[in-house]
């Protein structure tokens, strides 16, 4: 069992930045790969960064490349979402996730209770 802690959402002007927190706790020696997700009112749930491969690998959706950046402290069990240049489509609930990574995609697990990103114009 892994319980994840998402914070740091806030509503900021269009060109601003965030900085997205996750804290893991309990059994993480289950879990070797942790990431964030959104999802607007709406619309699908989407991936959008995540992190493995004790942080020496990463993967980012085409529209947040150059713009978000996804770290981790494996001593703290924590990862993080530095968000810049956000723009209005980057308005969702984000969330945290950890799970599992072999050699396809990952298979997330354990999910954060969101954190709300609103950018206005």
């Known amino acids: 069992q892994v319980q994840l802690v998402d914070s740091g959402g806030d509503s900021v002007q269009d060109g601003g930045s965030l900085r997205l927190s996750c804290v893991a706790s309990?059994?993480?020696?289950?879990?070797?790969?942790m990431g964030w997700f959104r999802q607007a009112p709406g619309k699908e749930r989407e991936s959008v960064a995540f992190?493995?491969?004790?942080?020496?690998?990463?993967f980012y959706t085409d529209s947040v490349k150059g713009r978000f950046t996804i770290s981790q402290d494996n001593a703290k069990n924590a990862v993080y979402l530095q968000m810049t240049s956000l723009k209005p489509e980057d308005t969702a609930m984000y969330y945290c996730?950890?799970?599992?990574?072999?050699?396809?995609?990952?298979?997330?697990?354990?999910w954060g209770q969101g954190t709300q990103v609103t950018v206005s114009s």
């Open positions: 996730t950890a799970g599992v990574i072999g050699r396809g995609p990952p298979s997330w697990t354990y």
């Open positions: 309990g059994d993480t020696d289950s879990v070797n790969c």
């Open positions: 992190i493995y491969g004790s942080g020496d690998m990463t």
